[in-house]
């Protein structure tokens, strides 16, 4: 279910606006550009996209209080791994969140846990450490409002940021 | 016999409302001062306290509008027997003078009808502009005098002001007296806030802040707004608390996926560790006497609430009740422990006895949560989530329904004053 979603997701992207981004991405990189000028390096955004291409998703999801990984947020972190291991340069801030029936500081808390969990599992996956950093944002920043089941499954969630 | 039972407390004889006169305050001289004229201002500090003794719930109060108008010299003397016509039991008279070193004296003065008589009053010397503090702390007295317990009306409220969209809410420290009057806003907006606590004195307040990123605990000097992070580093710290001598701050603080709880100086010196359990610790509160510490944790397996000596000793779980607890906080006498119930029917507002016996659910929202006890703990203060709001909220302790305090935007994670801060 949740890949049939995330794989949808990554459908729309390419069939969307971001088509030449995502196109760009996908055909090697020319190593000069028009003129024998370097070419501009990828943006933040180019790379975002890249990422979320090649994982199946950016984002990993919790159910209830927990900070366990199953079998399909391994996969997703699997694939992660493998990305970020080939772009050495490219910084990750792992960003966890809470769902808002958790309460204020028990979710910085939790998200903060979760985090730490995927960096854990990234790093096992051969990632070296300095590449990642963590940040909670508690129940801050909710990606749906409301407090109905799927909105609160969709906020328990770590999104990998790729940093500039 | 006759003095002892008028020298107990009004409210705490009968079941019956205590009708209370509260007729505009006099003036010897209406004079000009940089807040307005002197008879002015003594009409409006009667508002004020008409207003907040109205807002007790206990008082029936008449006046100031249509009240009888009274000379300067009957503040001290009035003619009881005209007053006793109203069907008040008690009157409040008083007078604001200007001073010749440009400040006002603002008097009040509680009588007893029946028994024709002054029985409390209180004088403030007070810059023009300051009269409403004035007016707040008679109401104080006579609140104290009738009902046997201190007052809470010259008190402020901390919380955080919410605007923007559910997922990137603008918000922003904002503090206000507890009538909702002189609210100011004391954070910029330009970074997410959380959880501000003002120090016993008032002078300060302590809050989480993402500024930089990584959400942290500052320190502001509501005098001048000087504002400074609690600690070096950039470690993530949450959960300020102060200790009730102001001299100490409770938080928690997350490493590498272990949150527990520490304590520290306000100037962020003489770092203690205080648990040291697998697992989340979060939520700290001192008892009002500052020796035992009320938090949250899910050492367990699920977040409950525990009690552990000041030093860190000793912690015991109090919660039992079948469900997850979170934020609790202590009563200011030291009897009760009000929390955030979670369970499948949302979050709810509750309170148990300090060792965890007697548990009482308080309110029937879907999403209420962080309550804060009123200096008079017999109300508790808290955020209730609505449709994608939040807006905050007074429940009496003994039950009822909760009544909205209004903010000029949505409000949450309210923190209530102690007086006389």
Redo the contacts between chains.
């Keep these: 279910m949740r890949r049939t979603i995330l794989t949808g997701l990554a459908l729309l992207t390419l069939a969307g606006g971001s088509l030449a981004a995502a196109q760009v991405l996908r055909v090697p990189m020319p190593r000069v550009g028009p003129r024998g000028q370097p070419p501009p390096p990828p943006t933040i955004e180019m790379l975002q996209a890249d990422l979320l291409a090649n994982s199946g998703s950016d984002i990993v999801y919790f159910t209830g209080?927990s900070?366990g990984l199953d079998a399909a947020a391994q996969a997703t972190l699997t694939a992660q791994a493998r990305w970020l291991h080939a772009n050495p340069a490219v910084r990750a801030r792992l960003e966890g969140h809470a769902d808002?029936?958790?309460?204020?500081?028990?979710a910085?808390?939790?998200a903060?846990?979760r985090a730490?969990?995927i960096r854990?599992f990234l790093v096992l996956q051969g990632v070296p450490a300095a590449q990642l950093t963590?940040?909670?944002?508690?129940k801050?920043?909710?990606?749906?409002?409301?407090?109905s089941d799927m909105a609160l499954a969709m906020n328990r969630r770590v999104r990998t940021v790729l940093m500039p | 016999m006759l003095l002892a039972m008028l020298s107990a407390p009004a409210l705490a004889q009968t079941g019956a409302p205590t009708v209370i006169a509260v007729p505009p305050l006099a003036t010897p001289e209406n004079v000009s001062s940089s807040a307005g004229d002197t008879g002015l201002i003594a009409r409006y500090v009667a508002d004020v306290i008409a207003s907040d003794l109205r807002s007790s719930r206990e008082l029936v109060v008449i006046g100031p509008e249509n009240a009888r108008v009274y000379s300067y010299p009957e503040a001290t003397a009035p003619a009881f027997a005209q007053w006793r016509k109203s069907g008040a039991k008690s009157l409040v008279t008083g007078f604001v003078q200007a001073r010749s070193d440009g400040r006002l004296t603002v008097a009040c003065y509680l009588h007893d009808l029946a028994g024709g008589r002054e029985i409390a009053r209180k004088g403030f010397v007070v810059a023009p502009a300051e009269w409403r503090r004035a007016a707040h702390r008679c109401s104080d007295a006579v609140y104290q005098q009738l009902a046997g317990r201190p007052g809470a009306f010259d008190t402020r409220i901390a919380y955080v002001a919410e605007s923007g969209?559910?997922?990137?809410?603008v918000?922003r420290v904002a503090v206000m007296d507890s009538d909702g009057t002189s609210h100011r806003y004391v954070s910029a907006g330009d970074s997410?806030v959380?959880?501000p606590r003002l120090s016993p004195d008032g002078d300060r307040l302590a809050y989480?802040s993402?500024a930089g990123?990584?959400?942290h605990v500052r320190m502001l000097d509501l005098a001048n707004e000087a504002d400074r992070p609690l600690l070096p580093g950039n470690a993530?710290s949450?959960?300020p608390a102060f200790s009730p001598d102001g001299k100490r701050m409770l938080f928690?603080m997350?490493v590498?996926?272990?949150?527990d709880i520490y304590a520290t100086n306000v100037d962020g010196s003489a770092l203690q560790r205080l648990t040291s359990a697998p697992g989340?610790d979060?939520?700290p509160g001192f008892s009002p006497d500052g020796s035992r510490i009320v938090f949250?944790s899910?050492r367990s397996g699920?977040?409950q609430l525990y009690v552990m000596n000041a030093d860190g000793s000793d912690p015991r779980r109090i919660s039992f009740g079948g469900a997850?607890y979170?934020?609790p906080a202590w009563s200011p006498d030291g009897e009760l422990i009000a929390f955030?119930r979670?369970a499948g029917d949302?979050?709810r507002i509750g309170v148990m006895s300090a060792s965890g016996a007697g548990e009482r659910i308080l309110t029937r929202g879907?999403?209420d949560?962080?309550p804060s006890w009123a200096a008079s703990g017999r109300d508790l203060l808290f955020q209730r989530?609505e449709g994608?709001r939040t807006m905050l909220f007074v429940v009496s302790v003994d039950g009822g329904e909760g009544r909205r305090i209004v903010t000029p935007q949505d409000g949450s994670?309210p923190d209530w004053s102690r007086p006389g801060s």
């Design positions: 209080n900070h808002e029936r958790t309460p204020r500081d028990y910085l808390a939790i903060e846990r730490n969990a854990d963590i940040l909670s944002w508690g801050e920043r909710p990606a749906i409002g409301g407090t | 969209i559910q997922s990137a809410r918000k997410t959380l959880t989480v993402f990123g990584q959400a993530m949450f959960a928690s997350a590498g996926g272990n949150t989340i979060t939520a949250e899910d699920t977040p997850r979170a934020a955030t979670v949302g979050l879907m999403q949560e962080a989530g994608g994670d």
